[in-house]
């Protein structure tokens, strides 16, 4: 069984930053792609950034640029590093694992970005 939490979302203002972490723990293939989605109010869950254990990356169109994913093999844990940040990206963010016939999510995390 895996879990996964995460942490560092909150209130900001437009042009701010946040960093998202979410720790995984259980049994973990060393072979997988993590990643971050999110969902704001009234719309489905969308790709913002994910990340393979090798460490290629890919990001949503609305946050190139802006947002940066990284990831720790040793801990199982991924960050998410979120500048400029604007009213558009307020939504729950998740925390995503991926790895062969298996996928798992995370509770969520708030971010808020007022203007």
């Known amino acids: 069984q895996v879990q996964l939490v995460e942490s560092g979302g909150g209130l900001v203002q437009a042009g701010g930053s946040l960093r998202l972490s979410c720790a995984a723990s259980?049994?973990?293939?060393?072979?997988?792609?993590m990643g971050w989605y999110r969902q704001a109010p009234g719309k489905q869950r969308e790709l913002v950034a994910t990340i393979t254990s090798l460490g290629s990356t890919n990001y949503a169109e609305p946050v190139k640029g802006r947002f940066t994913i990284s990831r720790d093999n040793a801990k199982s844990t991924v960050f998410l590093q979120m500048n400029s940040l604007k009213p558009d990206d307020t939504a729950v963010y998740y925390c995503?694992?991926?790895?062969?016939?298996?996928?798992?999510w995370g509770q969520g995390t708030q971010v808020t970005v007022s203007s």
């Open positions: 995503n694992l991926r790895a062969v016939g298996f996928g798992y």
């Open positions: 259980g049994s973990i293939s060393g072979i997988n792609v």
